[in-house]
């Protein structure tokens, strides 16, 4: 697990690469609630299968409740973040950090000829990053102590 791992191999190990969207014409209360069931802080939104926008925490916090606006009276089209920056699954772990943390955002949609194929996050990454991390400071104690194959 290394920073320069594609995000394919991320996604591979991943328990849980669900794609989660939503339509761009639902309210905002719709993706709040599907957010919160399944305890996730972005929405892909798609018409079809094409990529329109995300929708995040953020765009709610920022975009409804500060601005008066209701959640249930808003369209997801209203206060998605479009364009939406994404990634393909070759691009590496480490080229991904850059751009979230170039732009600010945490959530990457990867698509691979036109469809999403899936959705890495921040936390994705930096889990990634410390297991990598974890197995060089396994490997360096084992030789270190003997362990490790020679």
């Known amino acids: 697990m ?9 996604l591979k190990n991943k328990p849980q690469n669900r794609i989660l969207s939503i339509g761009p014409e639902e309210s905002v209360y719709a993706a709040l609630t599907a957010m919160a069931k399944y305890d ?8 079809g299968n094409r990529l329109l926008g995300i929708l995040s925490e953020r765009d709610y916090a920022r975009k409804v409740a ?28 480490d ?4 751009l979230m943390t170039q732009h600010h955002f945490r959530h990457l949609p990867v ?4 469809a999403v194929v899936g959705i890495v996050s921040i936390g994705d990454l930096v889990k ?7 197995q060089a400071i396994q490997d360096l104690e084992g030789y270190i102590t003997g362990a490790y194959p020679a």
Do not use: F, R, Y
Request: proline residues 3%; hydrophobic residues 45%.
């Open 2 to 10: 290394k920073i320069t791992d594609s995000i394919a191999c991320v």
């Open 40 to 47: 996730v802080g972005a929405l892909i939104v798609l018409s």
């Open 66 to 93: 500060l601005l008066g606006h209701h959640s249930k009276e808003t369209q997801v089209q209203e206060i998605m973040t479009a364009p939406v920056t994404a990634v393909s699954p070759q691009n590496t772990v």
């Open 95 to 98: 080229e991904c950090m850059a």
């Open 111 to 114: 698509v691979d000829k036109g």
């Open 128 to 134: 990634w990053v410390i297991s990598g991390q974890e």
